[in-house]
């Protein structure tokens, strides 16, 4: 088959793809039902499966859709694997392969990057409960950008001017740190890490509490897109040390830092969930486009639009078509790259957990 027909555009079609291609091989897929519906009053789900030795001892935990506006670049890879499972595991025959679809399905129906809360789920799987400080600077640019007020171009235009006005402050590299470090002070702002365990952070630690049960080590890969060269696959791996190592050593110059300042690390809470498994984890990121000015635009807009709301349906719409743009091309050419190149990456993964389990025999 042609592999850019794994991806879709629209959730309805992305997990019909992702149920059919189980059942194809005999693979029960679970659904846990959101309790909000999309735009056109759908019923929004997260599904799971999983193949492989029931037993085993070593767990591939494929996540996708953390970022709404991602998420149906991660639901294709996923296609990809379930079209094929015995061959995905025939480098690795000890592994076991758990696949989470579509983790935020409220930001993927809607064309969200958030969730349903306007929460950076990246921050909110890590923080969960904790509330992480805020940083006076990104109040400061907050109240200079002042979402509300983004009702048109020359009203962007005049908050652009403010913005530049706080780097010139202090420094571009000062005012993004802020704006990466995230921010629970203004829910219905930019950055926001939110101030408790989301849906999404109950669902995925339930599920990995479950799916977990008798692991000793588990690679969490969550699958993410607009990080790297255009189709390339780009793995960041969690600043968490034994993430860092393990992953190092599978792939060598492949592996990159994470660039979130995340106090505890990056997905290191959701091992909490299984005691008793080491987890570590990454982000295999799919490369699309620069973010440019244009992004910012748009990003700004798309957030204005969904909290405050009143601008002209057509530029509501043609924001967020924009805006999603950056984070999914949606070219045949494009997805075609995606996949052939996640591929590749998986297969190192699989080498990688396979030589782990492998430890324990000769241990
Ligand atoms: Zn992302």
Known sequence: MDPA???SSDLTTAGATFARAAMAHGIPVEAIIHPLRGPAGEPLQTMVCGFGPPEAATVLVLNSGVHGTEAFVGAG??????????GFL????????VLIHVINPYGAAWGRYVNEDNVDLMKNLTYGDVISPTDPIFLELDDAIDLGSLTDA??????????AAIIETHGAARVMSALKAGQTARPRSIC??????SWSKRTLDSILQ?????????CFLDLHSGVGAWGEAYVMASNAAASRARIGQWLGDLAHDLDLPMDPPAYSTLGRASPGVELVAATLEIGTVAFDDAFREAMAFEMHDHIFGGRPDDEVRETRRRFRSYYDPATPEWRREAWRNAQAMFARFLDGLQAWDDERHAG
């Open 192 to 197: 926001f890490n939110g101030v408790r365990a």
């Open 90 to 97: 025939a480098r690795a025959p000890g592994v076991r392969v």
């Open 210 to 218: 479950r799916r977990l049960q008798g692991a000793k080590r588990t």
């Open 77 to 86: 890879l996923q296609a990809g694997v379930l079209n094929d499972p015995a």
């Open 154 to 163: 020359a009203a962007y235009r005049r908050a652009q001017a403010r913005r």
């Open 5 to 7: 027909d794994l991806f």
